[in-house]
């Protein structure tokens, strides 16, 4: 632990006092202890990994605008494997949100 968080430019302490002490770390520190260890902030948050294009695609359909989201969505919706992990289209045709 001390190793983990000394490569992540922390205190010493700074692994042990989250997994001992059930402290709260920022993100920023989180995010620097996720790249020590090579394991993606997803999955420590949502045991997902991704790779970067698919970190890069989240971002770039979080930060476009409703109509561009949902042509995405139509898109990857009729792409063979996708089509079968993705959540239906609503059944009144809008977007989720």
Do not use: W
Request: charge should be negative.
């Amino acid at each position: 632990m001390r190793k983990v968080s000394l490569g992540a430019r922390l205190g010493p302490g700074y692994v042990h006092s989250i997994l001992k002490d059930g402290k709260d770390p920022t993100i920023d520190n989180l995010i620097s202890v996720c790249r020590e260890v090579g394991v993606s902030l997803s999955f420590v948050m949502y045991g997902l990994d991704i790779d970067r294009d698919v970190e890069e695609l989240l971002l770039a359909l979080s930060e476009a605008d409703p109509k561009r989201r949902e042509a995405a969505l139509t898109l990857l919706r009729g792409s063979g494997r996708a089509e079968a992990r993705l959540l239906p289209a609503p059944p009144d045709g809008s977007s989720a949100q």
